[in-house]
C-alpha cells in the first residue's frame, strides 16, 4: 500500500493544483505540507518546523524529503513540483 502522504502522492496531487500558487512555508494554515495532508485525508491540526499536530494533538515527524521539497527553493505549487520529481528521480537511482 502507497503511503498516502508520499512522493508519488504529492507529485499526483501538486499536477492538480495552480502551479503558479504560492504557499508559506511559515504559516501552517497556507502551508503546502500542511494543503497536502488535508487533501490526503490526514487529521492534520497545525504544524511546526519538523513536526505535525493531529486533531487528537498526537505529534508526529514530518517526513524530511517531503519538509525539504516545501522549504527549499520557489515556495510555489510549480517550484515543489519540480522539486518532488527530482526526490522521485533520485529514489529510482539508489
Known sequence: MRNPVGLENLETWLKKQPLGKQYCYGNSGTCLLHQFYSAMGMPIQKMFGHEWHDITD?????????????????????????????????????
Open 58 to 94: 498526537g505529534v508526529h515527524d514530518l517526513d524530511p524529503i517531503l519538509n525539504k521539497i516545501a522549504i527549499d527553493g520557489i515556495r510555489s505549487f510549480g517550484g515543489a513540483l519540480i522539486r518532488t520529481q527530482e526526490a522521485i528521480k533520485r529514489q529510482k537511482i539508489s
